[in-house]
Nanobody
Framework: QVQLVESGGGLVQPGGSLRLSCAAS????????MGWYRQAPGKQRDVVAT???????NVADSVKGRFTISRDNAKNTVFLQMNSLKPEDTAVYYC?????????WGQGTQVTVSS
């Protein structure tokens, strides 16, 4: 079993930056792929970015060039650096991983981009 706890969300003005963190309850070095997803009100949950345990990232086109995913296996943590934030980035952001055939999700952290 894996517990994921997100942090770092909040209210930011357009053009601002936030850094989300996802702390895992077990070593992320044994977890092949970890990811960030987001869900805006009334919309489906969409993938934002994923990263393999060797550090290979994959970022959605909608955030490419603005968001960066990284992981620190020594700290069992995955990060999402979000720059040049737009109002349409407003959503609840969730951390996700698969482990031994099961999907695990964090509780989510709210990101609101508004002036």
């Amino acid at each position: 079993q894996v517990q994921l706890v997100e942090s770092g969300g909040g209210l930011v003005q357009p053009g601002g930056s936030l850094r989300l963190s996802c702390a895992a309850s077990r070593s992320v070095a044994v977890i092949n792929v970890m990811g960030w997803y987001r869900q805006a009100p009334g919309k489906q949950r969409d993938v934002v970015a994923t990263i393999t345990n060797d550090g290979s990232p994959n970022v959605a086109d909608s955030v490419k060039g603005r968001f960066t995913i990284s992981r620190d296996n020594a700290k069992n943590t995955v990060f999402l650096q979000m720059n040049s934030l737009k109002p349409e980035d407003t959503a609840v952001y969730y951390c996700q991983c698969g482990y031994r055939g099961f999907d695990y999700w964090g509780q989510g952290t709210q990101v609101t981009v508004s002036s």
